[in-house]
């Protein structure tokens, strides 16, 4: 009766531990979390983005490349707060004259507002997004192969003519 006892009691107590929730997983890509970074919070602005370029530029400005700017700029940072990796702004909006002198093509998505460069001195960024496209998806956004692209990263809102999520310029 004894040993019933004991064994009953042992089956209760693995039962018992089997029921604790388990720690999450650590990240298992090899990407540390940046921990500054939390989802919501701004890592790039709009007003980063512009670059002083809308009143520079305020012809050439709108209120579709405005509306197409906020709505990258949340994407952007949706995508990086996933990612959990910090950066800047290296090239946002672009008019006519600067696009050109970027020896941007000339019907770049930086023209019409749809389009960011965003610095990654390391390339870690670039290939966590290669890792990732389904981030890439979840916040709408496709992304220059980071090949043509070292020590930034070049993001978009609106898909490329082959509509791969990661494309060749
Ligand atoms: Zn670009």
Same mark, same amino acid.
């Given at each position: 009766?004894? *040993? &019933?006892? &004991?064994?009953? /009691? !042992? #089956? !209760?107590?693995?039962?018992?531990? $089997?029921? $604790?929730?388990s720690?999450? =997983? @650590? #990240?298992? +890509?090899?990407f540390e979390q940046d921990r500054r970074l939390i989802p919501g919070k701004k890592v790039i602005t709009f007003e980063q983005w512009l670059m002083g370029r +809308?009143? $520079?530029?305020?012809?050439?400005?709108?209120q579709v490349i405005a509306s197409n /700017?906020?709505?990258?700029? !949340? =994407?952007?940072?949706? &995508?990086l707060a996933i990612a959990g990796i910090g950066t800047r !702004?290296?090239?946002?909006? *672009? @008019? =006519?004259?600067?696009?050109? *002198?970027a020896g941007g093509a000339p019907n770049s998505n930086h023209r019409t507002g749809n389009a960011v460069d965003l610095a990654d001195p390391t390339g870690k960024l /670039?290939?966590?997004? *290669?890792l990732h496209t389904s981030a890439l998806a979840e916040c709408g956004l496709w992304l220059e192969n980071p090949d043509h692209t070292r020590g930034w990263v070049h993001l978009q809102r609106v898909a490329p003519k082959s509509g791969s999520r990661i494309f060749n310029p």
């Open positions: 009766m004894k *040993r &019933l006892l &004991l064994v009953a /009691g !042992v #089956a !209760v107590v693995w039962w018992w531990m $089997q029921r $604790q929730p720690k999450p =997983a @650590p #990240a298992s +890509d090899g +809308d009143k $520079q530029y305020p012809a050439e400005f709108s /700017g906020r709505a990258l700029v !949340v =994407a952007v940072n949706k &995508l !702004v290296t090239s946002g909006w *672009r @008019p =006519a004259a600067v696009n050109a *002198r /670039g290939q966590w997004c *290669r």
